[in-house]
């Protein structure tokens, strides 16, 4: 892995070569680790290395890119003059804006050597927990487990430097029945390799494979749900690309006020919904830039149910004349104290979801996406989960989600296959299963 | 771990890559040099006495050209956006079974040294994975080949003058913007080659050159009043192809039917949801194609090998030869030889020679894709050539050929499908796709959609997207366009595998129509 000082002097010397008025570069290096196991056995692993460095050179507005992962002299040289040959046939960028002059970065470094040096002897006593419970109980456990380990380095001739490390480890399961009838899964992200608990991920998996024994049929219909963290987290971060201001003002998300302008101010949410940008949270490893490597910073977009940001990129804020901001990332959902089976207890009648999968956007405007429950979707009754339920398809918004949301217990951070984040499980009303699915 | 000293003073690196793939040349025969370096993995792995070993190289390159038309805030003054990239990736990945385990090690650094310790590193994955292995690994037999392939082409995309192709996109994206009605739009072009050398411990040497185009126009239409907007796409089939298949694209006389499209579609009435019959164009039809058929007869879906992530399959062994998942029209190819497609190539990342294969035969599901190491687990002789990786540093693995569609017959023209419907709606483009981890439950949108009454094709209505489940779906299916209406279309983000691997594939198929499809009404 590239240390700080290797980055700048690789970062410098790509910058020696440049002969135009703006170049920057990027430069990373990385290394990750894995354990795919499936079958009650490893199935595939890995150790690879990488590195890559990505140089811009712009002139009147007009930039050429590309990126090399040799770092000799001769190819970076080669690899400037290539982004200056391409700069000269581009037409200028009539949204160009002037490159950042010296930023001051943040310190934000989450970055445990247990987990960036981690290799499969580190992995491999979870993945045997997971293995052996399954056997245990004549289940066929599946999963991966890996950590990554990059570093990032940024500058400009404008004399910005950065340089960043981030680490992160992962490990999740599927326990199904031997007969592919009943399925059950559990994750865990960490930071630091050593708050993974692979017998905790065996028990939740195996818990519900077994729980999900001769689901009911019910009616596609609303429902009052209770969505575990994964699930919020695969669906919610899907709202971020509705913040952006340019589109909420040019009237194409759902922040759009009809007419013109945004509805930043406006009380879309119950008092409950707060959601941040947190790159500080320890519960993330991030570098210390967002987008076009502008210094990362806490944002707030949702307070106490008013929308009270929306993210401006460098050229926009240039034109309305705003400060421009970091996009959304690190991203939290305030919650509470309460614990899950706390909330199933407030529910009458509802579904506990496990997860959600395979989630596309119906309608970029008002954020609709379809997608559907997986492994382990059970019916509440009377506070209680009463039996498992054949899967759902459902077609709702991130948006309308938080405006349905009538409970909330304590965040944690998620990764589903979807996306993740620190988020509470929820409560909900009304949420639309629209058709059946009978996946297992 | 690798040693920057080393990487730093490697000054002859760069010349590497271009030396040891250079221009094509008239040989049959890999390059001598990449042969060598080859040696190095299959002597180091024998010497610590792994069962198996193969190497790949291999350095790509990517260009992509983008221009976008955007209005300026409060001049409506249109402000041209472009970008231009041309990127760059070279290095190796190690593949060894060794104690029954398969292990896996890549770096980018191309060099003899490298070679043997990441060979060591492949084989200490092995071994450490050894103690939880549930059954030792078996590879089907394939012959050794010393050969050289290359995608078909008469123009290599990366000797194409960049002024040439911006020319293209320029054009296509003031096309689509012309006149008031349009609020953005834009064209892109993009081009990916694959160099690859492989080597295995069988006996093989490979050296091909894998070539793929893609490009688009778009057109955006936003009603600031309602706060709705449209946005209309036209996107040629992608190809595995040279630079000739570009000017066949029609950018710029496509650019012109989305915007007219679009504006239409902006203030199109919304769908009456409920059954209706469908008909869908082939640049729609190839993605259901692919997420119902092409996904639920992978092999490692079906035993379970991607049940954590991608899921499994309702198509499970004992339905193979058996199971109907559709009406008798529905004749399914898997095929890695077909002309322009995505996944076509020499040999697979197994060493194995292209093929084709039927998956589905009047209706009956009769084969899987395979790789070698899972051809005895369903009791065949050899692989079906299935196996690839979307990098040098990804483990190859069964990834989907090119699945197509046989065309109806000869006769059977796109009205005589419209004429046969009553109150049924005619799709095109892709839009949004979902579907369930065993591929039973789909709901797929669309990019354009058009009324069908009383045999004849109306205006355009929105709001529109269809659920089924598979064997509902392709049992609906009553009639089949005649093979001069057949065109193949593709992704190049199909995603599988953890971590997530990303490929392009393609799927051929000619107009269809099915009967009584549940039809929803979106947002």
């Known amino acids: 892995m590239l240390s700080r000082e290797e980055s700048k002097k690789l970062a410098d010397k790509a910058l020696s070569f440049s002969t135009f008025p703006e170049c920057e570069v990027n430069v990373s290096s990385s290394e990750a680790a894995f354990i795919r196991f499936a079958l009650n056995g490893i199935t595939t692993s890995g150790f690879t290395v990488g590195q890559s460095l990505s140089i811009s050179s712009v002139r009147d507005g007009k930039r050429g890119s590309t990126s090399v992962d040799e770092f000799d002299d001769r190819s970076l040289r080669e690899a400037v003059q290539r982004t200056e040959q391409l ?3 581009a037409p200028a960028n009539q949204e160009s804006v002037p490159p950042l002059g010296p930023q001051k970065y943040p310190v934000i470094e989450n970055y445990p050597a247990s987990t960036a040096q981690a290799r499969n002897q580190v992995m491999i006593p979870h993945i045997r927990a997971i293995i052996e419970g399954a056997k245990a109980r004549s289940l066929v456990a599946a999963g991966y487990m890996e950590r990554v380990s990059e570093t990032r380095a940024i500058a400009n001739k404008q004399n910005n430097f950065a340089y960043g490390k981030v680490t992160d480890a992962y490990l999740s399961s599927t326990v199904r029945d031997a007969a592919g009838t009943s399925s059950g899964w559990a994750a865990q992200p960490a930071v630091r390799i050593e708050d993974i608990d692979g017998v905790a991920i065996a028990r939740s998996a195996i818990e519900k494979c077994l729980r999900w024994k001769n689901p009911k049929r019910l009616d596609p219909g609303k429902y009052t749900v ?34 013109g302008g945004t509805l930043v101010g406006e009380k879309l949410f119950p008092d409950s919904i707060t959601l941040r940008s947190d790159p500080f949270s320890q519960l993330y490893s991030v ?20 929308v009270k940001n929306v993210f401006y990129d460098r050229y926009w804020a240039a034109k309305v004349g705003h400060p421009a901001t970091p996009a959304p990332g690190s991203l939290l959902l305030d919650g509470g104290e309460k614990s899950l089976d706390d909330l199933i207890a407030t529910v009458e009648r509802g579904l506990l979801v496990t997860r959600f999968f395979y989630i596309r956007t119906v309608n970029p405007q008002t954020l609709q996406m379809t997608g559907l429950t997986r492994d382990g979707l059970f ?37 589903g296959m979807e996306d993740g984040m620190v988020t509470p499980p929820l409560v909900v009303k009304d949420f639309p299963f629209t058709s059946i699915s009978d996946a297992v | 771990m690798l040693s920057r000293r080393v990487f730093l003073q490697s000054s002859s690196a760069a010349a590497l890559g271009s030396r040891l793939f250079g221009a094509p040349t008239d040989s049959t025969k890999p390059n001598p040099e990449l042969e060598n370096l080859g040696a190095v993995a299959l002597s180091e792995a024998k010497k610590l006495k792994a069962t198996y070993c193969d190497i790949r190289i291999i350095r790509y390159r990517r260009q992509q050209l983008n221009v976008r038309l955007n209005p300026e805030q409060g001049t409506g003054k249109i402000l041209e956006v472009p970008s231009i990239s041309d990127t760059g990736s070279f290095g190796f ?45 078996q590879l089907a037999p394939v012959p050794a080949y010393r050969v050289r392939w290359q995608t078909p082409h008469e123009r290599d995309p990366f000797t194409v003058p960049v002024e040439e192709k911006l020319d293209v996109i320029r054009a296509a994206a003031s096309e689509a913007k012309k006149g008031n009605g349009i609020f953005a739009a834009g064209s ?12 295995s411990s069988v006996g093989s040497s490979i050296q091909q050159l894998n070539l793929q185009t893609y490009a688009g126009v778009n057109a955006t239409a936003v009603d600031t009043k309602r706060a709705l907007s449209k946005t209309r796409r036209y996107q040629p089939p992608q190809a595995t192809a040279g630079y000739e298949y570009v000017p066949t694209m029609n950018l710029t006389e496509n650019a012109g039917l989305i915007r007219q499209d679009v504006i239409e579609h902006l203030n199109a009435p919304p769908v009456t949801p409920g059954k209706k019959d469908l008909i869908l164009l082939p640049s729609h039809l190839w993605l259901t194609i692919h997420e119902s058929i092409g996904h639920s007869t992978e092999l490692d879906r079906a035993l379970g090998y991607e049940a954590n992530f991608a899921g499994t399959s309702f198509l499970t062994i004992d339905k193979m030869g058996k199971q109907r998942i559709g009406s008798d029209l529905i004749n399914i190819w898997g095929d890695r030889t077909t002309e322009r497609g995505l996944a076509t190539t020499g040999y697979d990342d197994d060493g194995v020679k ?42 190859p693995f069964q990834r989907m050929p090119n699945v197509w569609l046989e065309p109806g017959k000869p006769e059977t023209t796109l009205e005589d499908l419209i004429a046969g419907v009553e109150d049924g709606i005619l799709i095109d483009g892709d839009g949004s796709y979902s579907i369930d981890q065993q591929r ?13 009454k009383g045999g004849k094709k109306q205006g355009m209505i929105s709001r529109v997207a269809y659920q089924s489940r598979t064997t509902d779906f392709w049992q609906a299916c009553d009639g089949i366009a005649g093979r001069s209406y057949w065109q193949q279309w593709g992704a190049a983000n199909d995603g599988k595998g953890e971590p997530e691997q990303i490929n392009g594939v393609s799927h051929g198929c000619s107009p269809a129509r099915f009967r009584q499809i549940n039809v929803i009404q979106t947002d």
Request: glycine fraction near 8%; aromatic fraction near 10%; charge should be positive.
């Open chain 1, 87 to 89: 700069a000269l046939i």
């Open chain 2, 93 to 137: 990945g190690v593949r060894v079974i060794a104690d029954g385990c398969w292990g896996f090690a890549a770096s980018p650094l191309v060099a003899k040294d490298e070679i043997a310790r990441i060979t060591r590193e492949a084989v200490a994955v092995a071994r450490a994975n050894a103690a939880l292995k549930s059954q030792p690994v």
């Open chain 2, 354 to 395: 292209a093929t084709k294969f039927p998956i589905v035969e009047k209706g009956i599901f009769t084969h899987y894709q395979t790789i070698r190491d899972q051809a005895n687990l369903i009791g065949e002789k050899e692989s079906r050539g299935c196996c690839y990786a979307d990098d040098w540093s990804s483990v």
């Open chain 2, 188 to 199: 892109n072009l993009s081009f990916r080659s694959e160099d690859k050398y492989f080597a």
């Open chain 1, 226 to 259: 209770v969505l575990e963290p994964t699930a919020v987290g695969d669906l919610l971060p899907r709202i971020a690309s509705g913040f952006a201001a340019r589109a909420a003002s040019e009237g194409r998300t759902f922040l759009s006020k009809p007419g």
């Open chain 1, 379 to 415: 019916l509440i009754e009377n506070g209680k989960v009463t039996s498992p339920v054949v899967n759902f398809r459902f077609n709702e918004s991130p948006v309308r989600m938080l405006q349905n949301t009538i409970g909330m217990g304590k965040a944690i951070r998620t990764r």
């Open chain 1, 287 to 306: 570098l210390p830039w967002g987008a076009a490597t502008m210094p990362a910073d806490r944002m707030t977009w949702i307070e106490k149910g008013v």
């Open chain 2, 440 to 452: 039973y439950n789909f709901q797929f949108g669309g990019d354009a959609f058009w009324a069908i």
